[in-house]
Nanobody, 117 residues
Framework: QVQLVESGGGLVQPGGSLRLSCAAS????????MGWYRQAPGKQRELVAS???????NYADSVKGRFTISRDNAKNTVYLQMNGLKPEDTAVYYC???????????WGQGTQVTVSS
């Protein structure tokens, strides 16, 4: 059974940092592209950052220079380090996996990130 479990969300002041984790089970983690998405109230879900099975990364323009995605294949975990958080980063953050070369994908349940003073 595929499971993606996000953690690390919470309430943080503007300018603060959070590190999200997504632990995967039931998959061969190393062959999956991994991504972090977010959805704010009333808005569509959007890609924040992604990392391929080979380690190539991609970021939304709105988070470039502030967020860093990384993966640890030995721990079946993908991370999102978020620095310089802004109120507009407030959203539910979701982890997604996609088997490389296929359309087979799964989502996590999401973790809330709230940036507010």
């Amino acid at each position: 059974q595929v499971q993606l479990v996000e953690s690390g969300g919470g309430l943080v002041q503007p300018g603060g940092s959070l590190r999200l984790s997504c632990a995967a089970s039931g998959i061969i983690f190393s062959i999956n592209h991994m991504g972090w998405y977010r959805q704010a109230p009333g808005k569509q879900r959007e890609l924040v950052a992604s990392i391929t099975s080979g380690g190539a990364t991609n970021y939304a323009d709105s988070v470039k220079g502030r967020f860093t995605i990384s993966r640890d294949n030995a721990k079946n975990t993908v991370y999102l380090q978020m620095n310089g958080l802004k109120p507009e980063d407030t959203a539910v953050y979701y982890c997604r996996r996609l088997i490389a070369g296929t359309s087979v994908a799964s989502w996590g349940q999401g973790t809330q990130v709230t940036v507010s003073s």
